[in-house]
């Protein structure tokens, strides 16, 4: 899904001219945290991060999610990641 999130930001920033800096400008979220989530540093971005990003856009949360790759996504095909994420942020039940 990272990867998926990172080339549809890119997408959309690219076709509309944008710099990393200038959209981190304006969805007021760090350069830093733009900046991680293109190179796919970032594994999980917030969805208020999401949400920022989107409105600097000039899109619903909606619309940036609905395209072919995110909807068709299934986390089962990603559940052994998941589970790493897991035990890498030391969860028990």
């Known amino acids: 899904m990272t990867n998926i999130v990172a080339r549809r930001i890119n997408d959309l920033r690219k076709s509309r001219g944008l710099s990393v800096n ?5 969805s007021g979220v760090p350069y830093s945290t733009v900046n991680s989530i293109l190179r796919e540093k970032s594994k999980s971005p917030t969805l208020a991060t999401l949400i920022c990003i989107a409105t600097a856009l000039n ?3 909606l619309e940036f999610l609905d395209v072919p790759e995110i909807v068709a996504f299934s986390f ?3 559940e052994d990641s998941f589970e790493e994420d897991l035990e890498d942020e030391n969860f028990s039940p």
Do not use: V
Not at 22 to 26: S, V
């Open 59 to 61: 899109m619903t949360i």
């Open 76 to 78: 089962d095909d990603d």
């Open 22 to 26: 200038k959209l981190a400008t304006m």
